[in-house]
């Protein structure tokens, strides 16, 4: 009997499942790399509302806390980043990280409002987009999966891909 090509079958029979299995780890390490990010920027943009409440001289502002939260979240496209913002007095639209308005947040002053008063708490919800490469091995999937968005995550709008939120709360310190 002649075995010839039997190590070609196996290795074709063993090496599909291989490569996927390899490419679906990459993707599940590339999807907690982008959630941590994202979870770690959120956080440092509330960390930076906080500590530049009533007593700093100069009023954060929506494009400041969107500006921290960028730097912070290295490889984030700020585009595709919504954001948002909750304090006492309720909560704003979502924003992209690229489209803040430049009006002050948390607002506050002597008229009643006080949001920007030590002791009150804020936070900052964001949700990003994240797109599977494996997508483009299944056919007739297209460029990436989509994926309805369901409540919360309705504030994704009509993002491509699946929806990863972040939150962070935290009390005015100044």
């Known amino acids: ?86 304090s006492f007095s309720g909560t704003s639209q979502p924003y992209t990280a690229n489209s803040c308005p430049n009006t002050q947040w948390p607002p506050g002053n002597n008229a009643g409002i006080i949001d920007n008063q030590p002791g009150q708490t804020i936070s900052i919800t964001a949700f990003y987009p994240f797109t599977s490469a494996i997508a483009m091995f299944w056919p007739g999937a297209g460029p990436g999966m989509n994926f309805t968005p369901a409540p919360p995550q309705a504030a994704c709008g009509n993002m491509v891909g699946f929806c990863l939120p972040a939150s962070s709360q935290d009390v005015m310190q100044f």
């Open 1 to 86: 009997m002649r075995k010839r090509g039997n190590a070609t079958i196996e290795f074709t029979l063993v090496g599909i499942p291989l490569v996927f299995v390899l490419i679906s780890t990459i993707e599940m390490a590339r999807g907690m790399w982008i959630y941590h990010t994202l979870a770690y920027a959120v956080k440092e943009g509330t960390r930076y509302a906080v500590a530049r409440g009533q007593n700093n001289p100069t009023p954060t502002t929506y494009q400041n806390v969107c500006n921290a939260i960028s730097q912070a979240g290295t490889g984030l496209l700020p585009a595709d980043l919504t954001l948002s913002f909750t």
